[in-house]
């Protein structure tokens, strides 16, 4: 047999390539700027390594309550993640495996949920939030975040859960396993990379939300990243290198759980593409 020669794409490439850089050069330019000091901002290249590199930006940034900040974001994101995960999981089990109308109907108006935006709620939200008594605590962007995200987590599960071959649940019930036994030992192992997709995508929608924290919390105390960068950006005014540090230092508990957690999350993107 000849080996089939292929001509290279140099167009694609060359695309490709400029494309890399069109992303990449914002990352630099954030990365080079927090490390400039603030002296020398104006007057040397934006694009340039810095002549005299620092973390001073990042003192400043971390003195001005910043940890605080973040770990109210840390608190908010893995509360909703988890409580997200189980519930999502427990209702597509049960949307799947049931065979009561009842079930279907839910699953419809789960669907229904994603027509929804969340702007057009806020004011019967921010009313509902106050007569609980959960107004400007870290449960008041909890709850509508969890509310907001199951439409499309459920939506995920239930189409990776109906992939699961029938014979599994099947030979399980023979050998006396009930639903909880079930979603336990054979649910929950082979849904992990759909539950890392939906999971990482849920954290970031959460971490980067803007709209619940500034409707829904007001003192400083529950101030979550978006908001602290808001008013980073207001208190840093002129010092550009300051609000870039808090941008690089508000991305790393997200880039860590990509790189934690890329292979389940690839796995969960690409499934179904070979049946």
């Known amino acids: ?40 901002y104006y007057t040397e290249n934006p694009l340039s390594i810095p002549s005299e590199p620092t973390l001073g930006a990042y003192q400043r940034v971390l003195e ?3 940890l605080r900040y973040f770990a109210n974001s840390v608190i908010v994101t893995l509360a909703t993640v988890a409580i ?22 839910i699953f419809t108006i789960f669907l229904l949920g994603l027509a929804i935006p969340m702007q057009a709620t806020i004011i019967p939200v921010y009313y509902l939030i106050v007569q609980l008594g ?63 997709t939906v999971g990482i995508y849920d954290a970031l929608t ?7 924290p500034l409707v829904l919390t007001q003192s ?15 208190e840093f005014s002129t010092d550009i290198p300051a609000v870039l540090a808090a941008v690089v230092l508000s991305i790393l508990p997200l880039l860590a759980a990509y790189i934690v957690g890329r292979r389940q999350l690839v796995a969960g993107l690409t ?3 070979g049946k």
């Open 64 to 66: 001005n309550d910043f």
């Open 84 to 105: 997200l995960l189980a519930v999502s999981l427990m209702g597509s089990y049960v949307i799947v495996r049931s065979s009561s109308p009842a079930a279907r109907r």
């Open 206 to 212: 959460v971490w980067n939300g803007f709209l619940f």
């Open 134 to 196: 959960l107004y400007d605590t870290l449960w008041a962007l909890i709850l509508p975040s969890v509310a907001f995200a199951i439409p499309i987590t459920v939506l995920i599960l239930v189409n990776f859960i109906r992939d699961v071959p029938k014979e599994l649940f099947e030979s399980m019930r023979v050998d006396g396993a009930g639903d909880w036994m079930i979603l336990w030992r054979l649910v929950l192992p082979l849904t992990k990379p759909a539950l890392m």
């Open 1 to 40: 047999m000849t080996a089939v020669k292929t001509r290279p794409n140099i167009i694609g490439s060359f695309l490709a390539w400029a494309w890399l850089a069109v992303v990449l050069l914002p990352i630099y330019f954030i990365l080079v700027s927090s490390l400039r000091p603030q002296a020398v």
């Open 220 to 234: 400083a105390d529950m101030r979550v990243i978006p908001l602290s960068l808001w008013s980073f950006q207001g």
């Open 271 to 273: 499934a179904g593409f």
